[in-house]
């Protein structure tokens, strides 16, 4: 073993900075419970965002069954699918 290698775990730096709908950067990490996975859910928009490989992709609420944001996910998720009225 090397001694001279740092023995402290390192920072992993956010993997998302902006919210990919609404540029905020107020990103709230949120864990879903049944299958232990982090999404990051803004505060300004209300959409959720899973990071996985360097792929950013929307949330979709139904996927999420242990989630404590669920509701808030909800309500955005059917806003921004919402087909307009003609």
Request: net charge negative.
């Amino acid at each position: 073993m090397n001694a001279s290698r740092n023995s402290e775990p390192s920072l992993i730096g956010r993997p998302l900075q902006h919210c990919p709908r609404c540029g905020s950067d107020l990103l709230q990490p949120v864990v879903e419970s049944l299958v232990h996975e982090v999404h990051f859910l803004c505060q300004s928009c209300g959409g959720c965002w899973n990071v996985e490989l360097g792929v950013v992709t929307r949330v979709a609420p139904p996927s999420c069954l242990g989630c404590p944001a669920r509701g808030r996910c909800e309500q955005a998720y059917a806003r921004d699918h919402t087909e307009p009225q003609n």
